[in-house]
């Protein structure tokens, strides 16, 4: 009896983006085939559901060989074992160094290590997510910052050249980095409203302006730790709000050299917003929040309530204010600015450099 076969050879490696992304997403064999079958492929392909298992186990044992690869992308480049074309091997590096927001967000802040590892089993059942697939990105995370942890210059340059990511999961990468290093509190209810990409946008604020590699991005501790001499500095802007001469003259006073008014908060704020009343009457108090977290910074557990701060001493009286974003914008930008027209306040360099940060995280986690 004769068997009549079709046999194509090649040398280029076959994988399926559809059962790369079923196997990433931890789904078993069977269920990946099962996947597939609702999606139509047995129709599209005219094979037989015993065909379609063979290929999905085909492909999961590839994808599991290249695993090792891909915890170290440069090799996946080198090595000789399987011929996958340049496009195929960075998408096979970006989707599995992808992460889901859902995830990302139950983990940041919190320590890289076994014991939040074991916690995984809870994330999984929160989020919907299988444990394989938490696991797979718990591991990445760790992964990324043993690695960069020591390496000297940009954070985001180093992620991108060892891991050889695209530039945003890049700088996604970098903030989970930074904020697993500083522990920053991510997790407390009222913090709940803010997404991961909230969070990443304030870490690139703070690696950009507020780490050792913002001064000199060849420093040791490169972009993951905060410029400990910048945080001592930040105690002299207490005289803001511990000077009532200075405090009175921020919110609006008359220069006394000149006779003519200063256009300071409160005199530059009239007539420009609705909640004008508001803000005058709570200029001192929500001076005071911003003063004196940017007082305290120098200590290591005010470091990780930064955000919770922002939101409970400013954030939170503005909301019940019923301020708008374009309010909080004009606020922000006229309390910076007038800070560098008070005679006696020398520290306009620190101040510039700290209050850039806040206005931009507090305009960008102020959701109104």
């Avoid at 011929?83 to 320590?111: N, T």
């Avoid at 938490?134 to 910052?145: A, I, L, S, Y």
């Avoid at 940009?154 to 980095?177: G, S």
């Avoid at 060849?218 to 005289?239: G, N, P, R």
Wanted: glycine share 4%; charged share 25%.
């Amino acid at each position: 009896m004769s068997v009549e076969l079709d046999v194509f050879v090649g040398n280029t490696t076959i994988m399926d983006k559809e059962v790369y992304q079923l196997w990433l997403n931890g789904y078993t064999v069977n269920d990946a085939v099962k996947v597939r079958i609702e999606g139509g492929v047995m129709e599209e392909c005219e094979a037989s559901a015993e065909v379609l298992l063979s290929d999905t186990m085909d492909q999961y044992r590839t994808f599991q060989m290249c695993e090792r690869l891909l915890h170290h992308p440069a090799k996946l480049a080198n090595q000789l074992l399987f011929q996958i074309p340049p496009d195929r091997q960075a998408m096979l590096i970006e989707r599995y160094y992808a992460f889901d927001d859902s995830f990302v967000r139950e983990v940041l802040g919190k320590k890289l290590s076994k014991g939040t590892k074991k916690d995984l089993d809870d994330v999984s059942t929160k989020t919907g997510i299988t444990l394989k697939s938490c696991r797979r990105q718990f591991d990445n995370f760790k992964r990324v910052f043993k690695v960069v942890e020591e390496l000297k210059g940009p954070l985001v340059e180093n992620i991108r050249q060892h891991f050889l990511l695209p530039d945003q999961l890049a700088r996604d990468y970098a903030a989970i980095v930074f904020f697993a290093n500083n522990r920053f509190e991510t997790g407390k209810k009222k913090l709940q409203y803010l997404t991961f990409q909230d969070f990443a946008f304030c870490a690139g604020q703070l690696i950009n302006n507020w780490t050792l590699g913002a001064v000199d991005n060849m420093m040791e501790d490169m972009d993951v730790d905060l410029d400990k001499e910048f945080l001592q500095d930040l105690k002299d802007l207490k005289i803001l709000i511990t000077d009532k001469d200075l405090l009175d003259q921020h919110k609006s006073r008359v220069n006394n050299e000149t006779s003519h008014p200063l256009s300071l908060v409160c005199n530059a704020l009239r007539g420009k917003t609705n909640v004008f009343n508001e803000m005058e009457a709570n200029f001192k108090n929500l001076s005071r929040g911003l003063v004196n977290i940017a007082a305290k910074l120098i200590n290591a557990k005010d470091v990780r309530d930064f955000f919770i701060d922002l939101v409970e001493k400013f954030i939170e009286p503005c909301r019940s204010d019923k301020w708008t974003s374009i309010d909080m914008n004009l606020y922000l930008t006229h309390y910076t600015n007038s800070a560098h027209i008070l005679d006696t306040f020398k520290h306009h360099a620190v101040w510039t450099r700290y209050m850039g940060v806040i206005k931009s995280c507090i305009l960008r986690m102020y959701h109104d």
